[in-house]
């Protein structure tokens, strides 16, 4: 996709201010987007938008095709007459600087089972949107509110607890679960009526005001979801629906014994036979919520790191060729730009670790930008990192939710890396996550976004995730007195002075 020279910001709705315990889609997410729109920014890049599971990651979600309710805004359910002001008033007290995930979750589901039990009792004008929602997405929704329905009744728990009749989906049991469930499925169904319904709002407003929403597909979804319960045969799993090999990295300088994700490997030639189909309705699925799709891991699409189930930790693996070209064509041809390679691909390519040939042809035939991550630069002038090393075609950023905010980096770097970013910046560092900012900006790459935490100029306290740590990821919220006019005339003036 020919991308124009642009800027964003990185910032995911959990993070909005409010006062119900988490970011949500309501009156302060449109807050946001006119305050952003004034920037002279033109995108906001999110995270995954799907329902979050163990570890609250949105990398590790219930379901690739599912919202996140979580994210449902109280103040629009009231709106509907769905909830009372008395209902809302159990979310007041919660944290308001950060996501306090179990003190908030049980809450904010009280809530959601209380909208949806005055549903029952008076639809009003909500049913045949919501039937309409039910038969429009019936190809994931019915698998997924069953899925959830049963994960109820399970304790919450792993679908490879469940009974075997169950886990391996046999007919009769399958057809007992569904007419006794039948009002919790129901219930489920609901609740992604309500997301969809909300964020589908959200983004039109956000185009109406010249904004382009970034939205993530990471590759690999996680074991306990809807996806692997529901298709089995796309993934390396043994006749008792577990894993036979699992997905990671291996050892490097940041990790003696590697990264062992534990997300279960796709069976490739699988989808080959079935022409992607599982793949597509997932890129359709997100591009009815988002209009750019950052790839995360993208180098597992060219070749990933197969380790053993049976492991504990990913130093015993290997590597194995991915989907490549075939899969990209597959998607192109798919979003109907026949045999121009690329041409209309809304695809930016997470193309950060380990970069092999393979990866770089794979990028190169389809014409996909890469990631540049300012903050991974300062070991020397030869650091692909640094702006003087970008082409065009790629977006550059910062800092990613996986890294240390600016500032966080600047205060603990070693001081080599602090000496020479102060010089190739001709900065003194007292102002560091601006300094980096209008670096980036004036890059010659097509894209520049920050996150948000840089605009505001935070630490190490703010940052979103610590890879690899299970707990405290995620939490981070801003402040409703953040969206100060000067801050977005600073980056008003910026966008004008680098024609972004």
């Known amino acids: 996709m020919a991308f124009k020279r642009s800027s964003g910001i990185l910032f995911h709705p959990t993070s909005l201010p409010g006062p119900y315990g988490i970011g949500d889609l309501g009156p302060q997410a449109y807050r946001f987007v006119d305050w952003l729109a004034s920037t002279g920014c033109k995108i906001w890049q999110i995270l995954p938008l799907g329902p979050t599971g163990y570890g609250d990651s949105p990398y590790q979600c219930f379901s690739a095709f599912a919202g996140n309710p979580y994210l449902i805004s109280p103040d629009d359910l009231l709106a509907e007459g769905l909830v009372t002001q008395d209902d809302l008033e159990a979310l007041k007290g919660l944290p308001a600087s950060r996501v306090d995930f179990g003190a908030v979750i049980p809450k904010k589901l009280d809530l959601l089972l209380k909208a949806f039990q005055r549903f029952q009792t008076n639809p009003g004008d909500l049913r045949e949107a919501f039937s309409y929602f039910c038969a429009e997405n019936a190809s994931w929704l019915d698998d997924f509110s069953l899925f959830m329905a049963l994960k109820e009744v399970n304790g919450g728990g792993s679908w490879s607890g469940w009974d075997s009749a169950l886990k391996l989906r ?29 964020w589908t709002k959200l983004r039109k407003y956000a185009n109406e005001k010249g904004i382009q929403i970034m939205g993530d597909i990471p590759i690999f979804v996680a074991y306990d979801s809807a996806d692997v319960w529901a298709h089995p045969d796309l993934f390396f799993l043994d006749e008792s629906g577990n894993p036979t090999v ?206 948000m935490q840089d605009i505001l100029g935070l630490g190490g306290e703010a940052r979103m995730n610590y890879p690899s740590r299970l707990g405290g990821n995620w939490e981070w919220r801003m402040s409703e007195n953040d969206f100060r006019e000067d801050l977005a005339a600073g980056l008003r003036d910026l966008n004008w002075m680098t024609l972004r």
């Open 246 to 451: 699992v997905a990671g990295v291996p050892p490097d300088l940041f990790s003696k014994t590697g990264q062992l994700w534990g997300n279960p490997l796709y069976n490739w030639e699988v989808h080959k036979k079935e022409g992607y189909a599982w793949w597509l309705s997932r890129i359709h699925a997100v591009l009815n919520t988002v209009d750019i799709l950052r790839f995360d891991h993208f180098r597992g699409f060219a070749g990933y790191y197969e380790i053993p189930a049976t492991e504990k930790t990913a130093e015993n693996g290997r590597w194995v060729p991915g989907p490549g070209k075939d899969l990209f064509r597959t998607i192109d041809e798919d979003l109907g730009n026949g045999d121009a390679a690329g041409v209309g691909l809304p695809i930016v390519a997470e193309d950060l670790g380990l970069v092999t040939p393979d990866v770089i042809e794979l990028l190169h035939a389809f014409d996909l930008p890469g990631m540049k991550v300012l903050q991974f630069g300062f070991t020397g002038p030869d650091n692909p990192f640094l702006p003087h090393n970008y082409v065009p075609n790629y977006v550059a950023y910062t800092g990613t939710h996986d890294n240390d905010t600016a500032m966080g980096w600047f205060n603990s770097a070693p001081d080599n890396e602090k000496d020479f970013a102060r010089r190739y910046l001709g900065v003194d560092g007292h102002d560091f996550a601006w300094d980096l900012i209008r670096a980036v900006w004036k890059s010659v790459a097509v894209i520049a976004v920050t996150p």
């Open 170 to 198: 046999k007919k009769t049991a399958m057809t007992k679960a569904r007419k006794e469930l039948a009002e919790a499925i129901t219930r489920y169904s609901f609740y992604q009526f309500l997301f969809f319904r909300e």
